[in-house]
């Protein structure tokens, strides 16, 4: 089981999707790039093209875990990960309900 000391290492935080590029990838895969305001723009590679139209995506706030070791897939650094919820075929990403500032931590 993962302690509630293990949980607090996790960093995530609410990031704006700046940009989306289609990946060069045998897999659908988008690379966005996400605002975290002070903490900077970081690149991320995603899995998540079959579920989601990039005009569903550019200039919206997520979930994102912003300190795993950084990561090249496919000749891509990905620097944060999105979350979502999945279940069988369907992917949800995860989105704060309220309008938040990007960078701030979620807990």
């Known amino acids: 089981m993962a302690t509630i000391g293990d949980f607090q290492k996790i960093d995530i935080r609410v990031g704006k999707i700046i940009e989306i590029k289609d990946a060069e990838t045998k897999k659908p895969m988008y690379v966005l790039k996400v605002d975290f305001g002070e903490l900077g723009i970081k690149q991320s590679i995603a899995g998540i093209k079959p579920y989601y139209e990039k005009e569903e995506l ?12 950084p990561k090249k897939i496919a000749n891509v650094l990905s620097e944060c990960m999105i979350l979502a919820a999945v279940k069988d075929d369907e992917v949800v990403i995860l989105q704060p309900e309220k309008d938040i500032e990007i960078g701030s931590k979620i807990s």
């Open 58 to 69: 550019l200039n919206k706030k997520f979930a994102f875990v912003i300190n795993l070791e």
